[in-house]
């Protein structure tokens, strides 16, 4: 126990910190490779009939990739943050800042992907109300924003 207690004085901040970064980086990164994976497999079958659609598949089936993107910046974020000398209470108080970016953007690009697919059927039927599609894609992103936005204040107070 007092080895425990030794390592959590030594490099629990770091620690803590270093998990904040994996969840953000690998909860986001995972939804939206998950998300993009599924748009891009309703993208793949609406081509096959009508390939000129490519362009416009393509930007319903990138929406989702943000949230990895939202991750991978609070990581970031967080790396600079990092020292030696990082207090138990500072890393404790980075991986806090880490999780609402994390499970917003895990959430929220899931989701989000569904949307997209959906979306690709507006384009498949109805190609001239394909912005309608991309908007109510959009809408499911804004939660992620706002984590984002979140967690970026937290980390900076830190």
């Keep these: 126990m007092e080895q425990l207690s030794s390592y959590l004085s030594q490099y ?3 620690f803590f910190a270093g998990l904040g970064i994996a969840l953000a980086v690998v909860l986001c990164g995972a939804g939206s490779s998950i ?3 599924n748009a891009g497999k309703a993208a793949s079958a609406l081509l096959k009939e009508e390939p000129e659609k490519f362009t416009k598949a393509l930007i319903l089936m990138l929406l989702p990739a943000t949230q990895g993107l939202y991750g991978f910046v609070i990581g970031f974020f967080i790396t600079q ?3 030696a000398e990082l207090p138990l209470a500072s890393g404790v108080s980075l991986f ?7 499970f917003a953007g895990y959430y929220s690009a899931r989701y989000q992907g569904d949307v997209s697919v959906a979306a690709m059927q507006i384009l498949a039927k109805r190609p001239e109300d394909n912005s309608k599609g991309m908007t109510l894609a959009a809408m499911v992103e804004t939660y992620a924003i ?7 204040f937290l980390v900076s107070k830190v």
């Design 12 to 14: 629990g901040g770091a």
């Design 35 to 37: 998300a993009v994976s």
């Design 81 to 83: 943050r990092i020292t």
């Design 96 to 102: 806090v800042a880490a999780l609402p970016i994390a």
């Design 146 to 152: 706002l984590a984002l936005v979140i967690s970026f």
